[in-house]
């Protein structure tokens, strides 16, 4: 069986980098083995999953289900994810009649599976901005000071000085500690953190989007400082 491959980021940052591409490929590549599928083509896009019109934005994943659809074969992705959280735009790529294969789930993916994920998908991607929106205002109830304008250092000034020194990294994670705490809280892994961050709109100190890695040395950081429970 011919497949095409279809790897996607969602931030620029995380393109130019290769973050996340790699283990994407990884996953493809042990899984293509496993099942002797040859995939006939790699796709890779930089580019929001959110959104309903996703797909007018997506242009590499719009080819892969055009050369999917020639190739009479699946599209191969690692996780749903990387497709939607929107059960809408996953419902609309489904009536293309082009197979996904999820391959953290196996050839056993079939499209009502997909439809129950990107339900539960979406459904926690909104409980994450309203159960974090709850903890910060309970915290700001605390008398906890949150938000930007808490911030000792701008992330332009950060980024601008090159390297931000030690006392400017201290300010900014002092800064975003009631965000992160019910983040980390809430969510129990650093990765999850990270997204509720992000569905927040909170920027790390480099005005980026967080990610595990980024949340867990904030976290260490104010571990360093004893302002972490």
Not at 5 to 17: F, H, K, L, N, W
Not at 21 to 29: D, H, P, Y
Not at 167 to 196: C, G, H, M, P
Request: with cysteine; charged share 30%; net charge positive.
């Amino acid at each position: 069986m011919n497949a095409v491959a279809y790897c996607r980021v969602s931030t620029r940052e995380q393109g130019e980098s290769g973050l996340g591409l790699e283990a994407q490929r990884t996953a493809i590549e042990a899984f293509a083995q496993r099942e002797g599928i040859t995939v006939a083509q790699w796709l890779t896009e930089v580019e929001t999953g959110k959104g309903n019109d996703a797909l007018d934005r997506r242009p590499k994943l719009a080819e892969a289900l055009r050369q999917a659809k020639k190739l009479r074969g699946p599209v191969l992705i690692s996780k749903l994810d990387r497709l939607s959280r929107n059960v809408h735009f996953i419902s609309g790529l489904m009536e293309d009649r082009v197979e996904f294969i999820v391959t953290e789930w196996g050839r056993q993916s079939n499209p009502f599976v997909l439809h129950m994920y990107a339900a539960l998908a979406q459904q926690e991607r909104q409980m994450i901005s309203e159960r974090t929106k709850a903890g910060l205002a309970a915290a700001k109830a605390q008398g906890v000071k949150l938000g930007s304008s808490a911030r000792a250092p701008t992330a332009v000034q950060l980024e601008n000085s090159g390297k931000a020194s030690s006392a400017r990294s201290d300010e900014f994670v002092k800064s975003v500690q009631a965000e992160l705490r019910v983040a980390v809280e809430d969510y129990n892994t650093y990765e999850r953190a990270a997204d509720a961050l992000n569905a927040r709109g909170i920027r790390t100190a480099r005005d980026k989007a967080w990610e595990r890695r980024s949340v867990s040395a904030a976290v260490k950081r104010l571990k360093k400082l004893g302002m972490w429970p």
